[in-house]
């Protein structure tokens, strides 16, 4: 496994914490793996969305439960650090944020975290139809002098979107909406991104560090534009996740803290992409929002 960075941007809107705030210890890239942990961040990728709240129950392999507060509040364009969490089954709720707790969740999903693997649960879609889903980050190394992206498209509903190197390959042609692409392998170096969906375009000038695992974010700006940002989530081989994006941060932590934990349910979705959703949809909920 490669060394994940830190994340953050915002604050989830619709399940991730408005206060991404990290306040407990974060993975390092130079520690060892936990082989007896899972890594654990937890994103917002649903435009228009509200703020919610994400909280979720840890059943562990003996038997005993913990209940967590994933995100206390959040918005759109937040990711947070990975954690390393226990292994076991987590059922994730996610409500409107001020809502009691007692109230019916928006969204639901279950989630068994699994020792050594690394995990974005994360809201996508558009406002009218969100899913809560968990990503399973393959974290593991490129080839010597290559890094390895893929591309998740949260921008415009409906529209397909296309990133190209500028004087060489594509990362992604065609992809989906919402859906994570398959990673790829590009030469390491300073490149610049094109990026087009739905008649709009951008370009960014990034770094892909040699032996890096990346995530191009193709975000709505809300001023009829595009935001794109390359998440640097491993860094290295051999080392645990220690984050994402460089524009906040993000925790994880028992309920009693202050610090946000993440957990979410899995479904097979998103060929290829390594997307699995949890999605248990209340209409009812998300009726009464």
């Known amino acids: 496994m490669t060394s994940p960075r830190r994340s953050a941007t915002g604050t989830l809107g619709a399940l991730l914490a408005a206060a991404l705030l990290v306040l407990l210890p974060t993975a390092t890239a130079t520690a060892a793996p936990d082989p007896g942990s899972a890594y654990i961040r937890v994103g917002h990728f649903v435009a228009g969305l509200g703020g919610m709240t994400m909280s979720a129950t840890l059943t562990a392999y003996d038997g005993s439960t913990t209940p967590m507060v994933l995100a206390p509040e959040a918005t759109y364009g937040a990711l947070s650090d990975y954690q390393p969490l226990p292994v076991g089954y987590y059922s994730v709720a996610v409500r409107p944020a001020g809502a009691p707790s007692t109230s019916d969740p928006v969204l639901t999903g279950t989630l068994e975290a699994m020792a050594g693997q ?30 390895k992206l893929r591309v998740l498209p949260a921008a415009l509903p409906g529209a397909t979107t296309d990133v190209t ?37 951008a370009t960014a000038d990034v770094t892909l560090a040699s032996g890096s695992v990346s995530t191009v974010l193709v975000l709505d700006d809300g001023k009829g534009g595009l935001t794109v940002r390359l998440v640097t989530d491993a860094t290295g081989a051999g080392v645990v996740p220690v984050g994402g994006a460089d524009t906040g941060a993000g925790g994880l932590a028992p309920r009693g803290s202050s610090a946000l934990v993440v957990a979410g349910g899995l479904t097979a979705a998103g060929a290829g992409a390594g997307a699995l959703v949890l999605l248990r949809r209340r209409t009812s909920a998300v009726a009464a929002r």
């Open 165 to 201: 190197v500028v004087g060489g390959a594509p990362v992604a042609q065609g992809a989906a909406f919402s859906e994570p692409t398959a990673y790829v392998q590009r030469p390491a170096g300073p490149v610049s991104l094109r990026v087009s969906t739905g008649g709009r375009t």
């Open 118 to 147: 690394a995990y974005t649960v994360t809201g996508l879609g558009d406002a009218s139809a969100p899913r809560l889903t968990a990503v399973a980050d393959d974290l593991t190394a490129p080839a010597a002098g290559q890094a």
